[in-house]
């Protein structure tokens, strides 16, 4: 019985028929067992030989299971580690990585432009009301105004806010009537126009106000120059032309020269000159009081930049659609900068 059961164990070439065996010798029903059972039947001389002896093959066989068992071990865990080994010599794989849209970019350095002159980042809601989108801003329900910026109207009084100015108001009412206020909002405006190279029924501006003691048309002229030489370049000029907003007076709109960067520097444009990139003006004073600010005590700029407009110029884009497109052959340009 030893003889045949060490030579299956050896035999035995996997864990399985291990156990097999293990139940086959050493089992309630197994062989060795049987014997062992059968003990009562001898006589009192031979019982200890016969003890002894199945005591020595059941140690036996016990002793080669064991063994068997710890080499199926090794065997499984080497197998495993030649399955899992990783060849550190080989080159990496390049993962494709996605850049930053070119609206967002501008947004963000005109963001570090106007934070590092020390504005803080306002927001305000894109479904607004007419409240805080005309009335307020001095753009009362008859106001002929109104048709510069034609709306999307959810109802007679919620509509989707036409510019950033509403945040103004916001703004300004969140200070309670203390000084001085410097922000920026940049965000999503809507209106009704037909899509075409230079409008789209969805772009963005970035509203800029400040109200403080003593502020003046030159502080808001400064700003802007500082603002354009950041952004386009230290050669970078503005110029204002005189120009009409229900909330600012006096008006001005705002050109920029036309300076275009590429990997080769930055350089003036040859035919396109100035290029209007954004309204300002010094704060009505009936928009100072809608902010509830005495406006014999304080006064104010403010400024609506186009982001497109920025972008346009920055990059030497033709067409304001491409933005929107999501062409990945003219998004991977920027991908590049
Ligand atoms: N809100 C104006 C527009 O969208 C721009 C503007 C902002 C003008 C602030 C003056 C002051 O055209």
């Given at each position: 019985l030893r003889d045949e059961a060490l030579r299956e164990l050896a035999e035995a070439a996997d864990p399985a028929r291990l156990n097999d065996l293990r139940v086959k010798y050493l089992?309630?029903?197994?062989?060795?067992?049987?014997?062992?059972?059968?003990m009562g039947s001898l006589s009192a001389e031979e019982r200890p030989v016969v003890g002894q002896i199945a005591n020595e093959v059941r140690g036996a066989i016990e002793q080669t299971i064991e063994e068997k068992q710890r080499l199926f071990q090794e065997q499984e865990t080497e197998r495993r580690l030649k399955a899992e080994t990783i060849d550190v010599t080989l080159p990496?794989?390049?993962?494709?990585?996605?850049?930053i849209h070119p609206l967002t970019?501008?947004?963000?350095?005109i963001e570090d432009v106007f934070l590092g002159m020390g504005y803080t980042i306002a927001e305000g809601p894109e479904v607004e009301t007419d409240f805080f989108n005309f009335e307020a801003l001095n753009l009362p329900k008859d106001h002929p105004a109104r048709d510069m910026q034609d709306s999307f109207y959810i109802t007679d009084e919620i509509?989707?806010?036409?510019?950033?100015s509403p945040v103004q108001i916001r703004a300004m009412q969140a200070m309670n009537g203390q000084t001085p206020?410097?922000?920026?909002?940049?965000?999503?405006?809507y209106r009704r126009d037909d899509d075409d190279a230079t409008h789209s029924f969805q772009f963005n501006q970035v509203e800029g106000l400040v109200v403080?003691?003593?502020?003046?048309?030159?502080?808001?002229?400064?700003?802007?120059?500082?603002?354009?030489?950041?952004?386009?370049?230290p050669q970078a000029r503005i110029r204002l032309r005189p120009s009409f907003f229900p909330f600012t007076e006096p008006s001005v709109e705002v050109d920029v020269t036309c300076v275009?960067?590429?990997?080769?520097?930055?350089?003036?444009?040859?035919?396109?000159?100035?290029?209007?990139?954004?309204?300002?003006?010094?704060?009505h004073p009936r928009v100072l009081e809608y902010g509830g600010y005495d406006p014999n005590e304080v006064s104010g700029f403010a400024f609506g930049l186009?982001?497109?407009?920025?972008?346009?110029?920055?990059?030497?884009?033709?067409?304001?659609?491409?933005?929107?497109?999501?062409?990945?052959?003219?998004?991977?340009?920027?991908?590049?900068?």
């Open positions: 089992g309630k029903k197994g062989a060795l067992t049987e014997i062992l059972r059968g990496g794989r390049k993962l494709p990585t996605g850049a970019r501008v947004a963000r350095e509509l989707l806010r036409t510019q950033t206020l410097k922000i920026i909002c940049p965000g999503k405006v403080d003691k003593n502020i003046r048309m030159s502080d808001l002229k400064g700003t802007l120059l500082t603002f354009a030489r950041a952004m386009f370049g275009q960067c590429g990997g080769d520097g930055c350089r003036m444009c040859k035919h396109t000159g100035w290029l209007e990139i954004l309204g300002a003006g010094m704060v186009g982001i497109e407009r920025v972008a346009l110029l920055k990059y030497g884009v033709d067409d304001i659609r491409s933005f929107y497109l999501n062409d990945m052959r003219f998004l991977r340009q920027f991908a590049r900068m």
